[in-house]
């Protein structure tokens, strides 16, 4: 069964602090890895990974793999209030690319 | 391109009464549409997924029955949800692939708050 783990579940930084959330995954038959990032309303899509090593970047933040390890981190720099969000990260299922498993996501509260 | 449009964006409704929700793509064929519930601080599950023209394919645990799933065009799926309780009550998405687009791919609507009084 796919299985893709957030850490950590909650933070709660002050605006300008830099963050890592993390995101491991177990999949049989890897194919990529999406970040998103949820308000109040549906996901907005932020990164597709799919090689190792290699960095996506987006404004302040950025996000790579490791496919060795199993896992992804995303980085925010300069956190602005804005970014409050819960930031989900999820990867194809393994029988059906279609189909996405989702972690239960990092709840991200920036402060001022 | 490839916006998804969910319709309503909420809806209040009395137990035992039936919700309706449709999920358009307004830009794109939707060959694949996928239905997700989100609960209060937990994740999207999925609960089915629909090809256009064909029956839905629902996730262990999900009551057929209960939530009907229909996606008689490729660019309408729609979601009733019937003898709505209260333990129904729950944040509702759909996303939405194409022809053309990577199979990795979701395009999600803005999701449907249902509350069941």
């Known amino acids: 069964e796919d299985k893709v783990v957030q850490s950590p579940l909650s933070l709660v930084v002050h605006e300008g602090d830099t963050v890592t959330l993390n995101c491991s995954y177990e999949v049989t038959n890897f194919r990529s890895l999406l970040w998103y990032k949820q308000e109040k309303k549906a996901p907005t899509f932020l990164f597709m990974l799919t090689s190792s090593g290699i960095e996506k970047k987006s404004g302040r933040l950025s996000s790579i793999l490791d496919k060795k390890e199993l896992f992804s981190i995303l980085n925010i720099t300069a956190t602005q209030t804005g970014d409050s969000a819960v930031y989900l990260c999820?990867?194809?299922?393994?029988?059906?690319?279609?189909?996405?498993?989702f972690g239960t996501g990092t709840r991200l509260q920036v402060t001022l | 391109g490839a916006v998804v449009s969910q319709h309503p964006s909420w809806v209040i409704c009395k137990s035992g009464t039936s919700v309706k929700i449709e999920c358009r793509s307004l830009d794109f064929q939707a060959t694949t549409m996928f239905w997700y519930r989100q609960f209060p601080k937990q994740s999207l599950m999925l609960m089915a997924t629909?090809?256009?023209?064909?029956?839905?394919?629902?996730e262990q645990g999900v009551e057929k029955d209960k939530f009907l799933i229909n996606h008689a065009s490729l660019t309408l799926s729609t979601l009733t949800v019937t003898s709505a309780h209260p333990e129904d009550s729950s944040f509702y998405i759909c996303?939405?692939?194409?022809?053309?687009?990577?199979?990795?791919?979701?395009?999600f609507g803005q999701g449907t708050r249902l509350t069941v009084v």
């Open positions: 996303s939405a692939r194409g022809w053309g687009h990577m199979n990795t791919e979701a395009f």
């Open positions: 999820a990867v194809p299922h393994t029988g059906t690319a279609s189909k996405l498993t």
């Open positions: 629909s090809n256009e023209g064909s029956k839905a394919t629902y």
